[in-house]
């Protein structure tokens, strides 16, 4: 709880978007921060949780509900089968404990492809790691001595659980069963007991519990300060050592609570509830907080649609038609793609002169129906077919390495392509915007002593090569009515792509998508084709 409390104190001063680390700190103590962590990870626009000070919380809070999911178990076990307290050495108590096991066993298997979050953060995929020991224990209770195995066949799988610890995560799925099955014979057969029981062995033991909880914090922390620049990182993975061992000599090792303690407690729950409710956090704490940018540069041009009410958002319950649909006789504007085409709504609403921004409409990260995708909905395809030339379309995606990518890229611009040519309405094919290396590249370089994202033109064009070549084969359909855009002519110099204009951050995120600053930065490159 201390941990929790002192590091939410710390990432309220140092990180620019610090609410889904405050969230998961806070969940944590309630034993639910992997499930938190879980529904936020298929968040497109939450940071990224390489940078969440509590994101090793997961592993507790897993550990938390296996021990509860344990004890209720137990406790029905002993009701149900009257069974005595040395229910450990029954056949049907190792059974029961043993089917679970398998059965979460063959859940980590099947979501290693089919729910990598879920694989990663679930108590279902975890239940069988923590079962091992149990049903060590119960194997060891029911044998009744001691098995044995060569020191040398010992140190053979040591050597191979550091191997696999150490090996590439695409092993994982079979790395981590070899772990826990190597260490509960290790522990079944102590064949190392020797070894471990030596004073610094024993040491490291007392204090990895701390040096757990403090590590990753501070070295998260590190890195919003200063970037991800090796020596702080280094030094803060070092210092968590000594906090360790201060944490653990001072409450750990204790085994009475002093009132001082108590009070100590009490004044930092206070704490926790400032810096986890943000609209107090941000007030009390702005004066003195050392990021460099505005809560408001976080806030993307998809969330302040989405709080207006656009209806673009809101074609999972409404007709697709209805989305678009403008009833009056003037030309009109429809926009589709993904998430990186709702970037350019605003640009396009402040270019087009001919009207009110009502007449511009988009359908973007519209979910399919009925297993169709919107270029499938029957009822859009006749509304657009009855377009005329004063309507103008467009499309934007991002480029991502997905396989997936290139075949919706082709399959909504071929459909789009054939509207085009077949009522004249112009088709404006918008390349994506720069992108400066996820979140690796993008989190750490707003760090606080970071000189903001920014990438060469070069490298940045070579990202998106493929993706380029790909929709620029559709402006040969039709010049007359299909047209390229490419953003970099704006967002670009000659040389580098910057992440700031006028002194102002107009990304909001690693995707990226646009903030309020970079909302109309595009308007000039629409106007010839909107006026």
Same mark, same amino acid.
């Given at each position: 709880?201390?941990?929790?409390?002192?590091?939410?104190?710390?990432?309220?001063?140092?990180?620019?978007?610090?609410?889904?680390?405050?969230?998961?700190?806070?969940?944590?103590?309630?034993?639910?921060?992997?499930?938190?962590?879980?529904?936020?990870?298929?968040?497109?626009?939450?940071?990224?949780?390489?940078?969440?000070?509590?994101?090793?919380?997961?592993?507790?809070?897993?550990?938390?509900?296996?021990?509860?999911?344990?004890?209720?178990? %137990?406790?029905?076990?002993?009701?149900?089968?009257?069974?005595?307290?040395?229910?450990?050495?029954?056949?049907?108590?190792?059974?029961?404990?043993?089917?679970?096991?398998?059965?979460?066993?063959?859940?980590?298997?099947?979501?290693?492809?089919?729910?990598?979050?879920?694989?990663?953060?679930?108590?279902?995929?975890?239940?069988?790691?923590?079962?091992?020991?149990?049903?060590?224990?119960?194997?060891?209770?029911?044998?009744?001595?001691?098995?044995?195995?060569?020191?040398?066949?010992?140190?053979?799988?040591?050597?191979?659980?550091?191997?696999?610890?150490?090996?590439?995560?695409?092993?994982?799925?079979?790395?981590?069963?070899?772990?826990?099955?190597?260490?509960?014979?290790?522990? %079944?057969?102590?064949?190392?007991?020797?070894?471990?029981?030596?004073?610094?062995?024993?040491?490291?033991?007392?204090?990895?519990?701390?040096?757990?909880?403090?590590?990753?914090?501070?070295?998260?922390?590190?890195?919003?300060?200063?970037?991800?620049?090796?020596?702080?990182?280094?030094?803060?993975?070092?210092?968590?050592?000594?906090?360790?061992?201060?944490?653990?000599?001072?409450?750990? %090792?204790?085994?009475?609570?002093?009132?001082?303690?108590?009070?100590?407690?009490?004044?930092?729950?206070?704490?926790?509830?400032?810096?986890?409710?943000?609209?107090?956090?941000?007030?009390?704490?702005?004066?003195?907080?050392?990021?460099?940018?505005?809560?408001?540069?976080?806030?993307?041009?998809?969330?302040?649609?989405?709080?207006?009410?656009?209806?673009?958002?809101?074609?999972?319950?409404?007709?697709?038609?209805?989305?678009?649909?403008?009833?009056?006789?003037?030309?009109?504007?429809?926009?589709?793609?993904?998430?990186?085409?709702?970037?350019?709504?605003?640009?396009?609403?402040?270019?087009?002169?001919?009207?009110?921004?009502?007449?511009?409409?988009?359908?973007?990260?519209?979910?399919?129906?009925?297993?169709?995708?919107?270029?499938?909905?029957?009822?859009?395809?006749?509304?657009?077919?009855?377009?005329?030339?004063?309507?103008?379309?467009?499309?934007?995606?991002?480029?991502?390495?997905?396989?997936?990518?290139?075949?919706?890229?082709?399959?909504?611009?071929?459909?789009?392509?054939?509207?085009?040519?077949?009522?004249?309405?112009?088709?404006?094919?918008?390349?994506?915007?720069?992108?400066?290396?996820?979140?690796?590249?993008?989190?750490?370089?707003?760090?606080?002593?970071?000189?903001?994202?920014?990438?060469?033109?070069?490298?940045?064009?070579?990202?998106?090569?493929?993706?380029?070549?790909?929709?620029?084969?559709?402006?040969?359909?039709?010049?007359?009515?299909?047209?390229?855009?490419?953003?970099?002519?704006?967002?670009?110099?000659?040389?580098?792509?910057?992440?700031?204009?006028?002194?102002?951050?107009?990304?909001?995120?690693?995707?990226?998508?646009?903030?309020?600053?970079?909302?109309?930065?595009?308007?000039?490159?629409?106007?010839?084709?909107?006026?």
């Amino acid at each position: 709880m201390i941990c929790v409390l002192v590091i939410s104190f710390i990432t309220i001063l140092v990180q620019p978007v610090p609410v889904l680390s405050l969230r998961t700190g806070i969940t944590s103590l309630i034993g639910l921060s992997n499930y938190y962590l879980l529904h936020t990870s298929s968040d497109y626009f939450a940071e990224s949780s390489s940078y969440n000070p509590f994101l090793h919380t997961w592993s507790l809070s897993v550990e938390a509900q296996f021990y509860l999911i344990f004890s209720l178990i %137990a406790v029905a076990f002993l009701f149900v089968s009257r069974a005595d307290s040395h229910y450990f050495q029954s056949r049907a108590f190792f059974c029961f404990l043993l089917a679970l096991s398998l059965a979460s066993l063959l859940y980590f298997v099947f979501s290693y492809s089919a729910s990598p979050h879920s694989f990663y953060f679930s108590i279902f995929s975890r239940f069988w790691e923590l079962a091992c020991g149990i049903l060590t224990l119960c194997l060891l209770l029911r044998l009744r001595r001691q098995p044995h195995i060569s020191t040398s066949i010992a140190v053979c799988l040591l050597l191979f659980i550091v191997a696999c610890l150490l090996a590439p995560a695409n092993y994982v799925l079979f790395s981590t069963p070899f772990v826990v099955f190597a260490v509960a014979l290790l522990i %079944a057969t102590q064949s190392l007991g020797l070894i471990f029981s030596l004073s610094p062995i024993v040491f490291i033991g007392e204090i990895s519990y701390s040096f757990y909880l403090w590590h990753w914090p501070m070295i998260s922390l590190s890195r919003w300060i200063f970037g991800d620049k090796i020596l702080p990182i280094l030094v803060a993975a070092l210092s968590s050592i000594v906090v360790a061992i201060f944490s653990f000599k001072l409450i750990e %090792a204790r085994r009475t609570r002093s009132k001082r303690l108590l009070a100590f407690l009490g004044l930092f729950s206070i704490l926790v509830f400032i810096t986890t409710w943000k609209p107090i956090a941000t007030v009390s704490f702005s004066p003195i907080r050392f990021t460099r940018y505005p809560d408001e540069a976080f806030i993307s041009v998809q969330k302040l649609l989405l709080n207006a009410n656009d209806r673009g958002f809101s074609c999972s319950t409404i007709s697709l038609v209805d989305c678009i649909r403008d009833e009056s006789s003037s030309a009109s504007i429809l926009v589709f793609g993904d998430s990186h085409a709702s970037n350019l709504v605003p640009s396009i609403r402040e270019a087009f002169s001919k009207g009110n921004s009502n007449k511009v409409k988009f359908l973007t990260n519209v979910p399919s129906k009925n297993g169709l995708k919107w270029y499938q909905d029957n009822d859009l395809v006749n509304y657009l077919s009855s377009l005329d030339s004063s309507s103008i379309l467009v499309w934007s995606r991002v480029y991502t390495s997905s396989l997936q990518e290139p075949k919706t890229t082709l399959s909504e611009l071929s459909f789009l392509s054939s509207i085009s040519q077949e009522t004249g309405a112009k088709l404006l094919i918008v390349d994506d915007i720069p992108n400066f290396g996820g979140p690796e590249g993008f989190w750490p370089a707003l760090s606080f002593f970071g000189e903001g994202p920014i990438i060469s033109v070069q490298e940045a064009r070579s990202q998106r090569s493929y993706h380029t070549q790909l929709i620029q084969k559709f402006t040969k359909l039709d010049t007359r009515t299909i047209f390229y855009l490419d953003p970099f002519a704006i967002l670009c110099g000659e040389s580098f792509c910057p992440s700031s204009f006028d002194g102002k951050l107009v990304y909001s995120d690693s995707s990226p998508h646009f903030n309020k600053f970079g909302s109309l930065l595009l308007t000039d490159m629409f106007k010839p084709f909107l006026d």
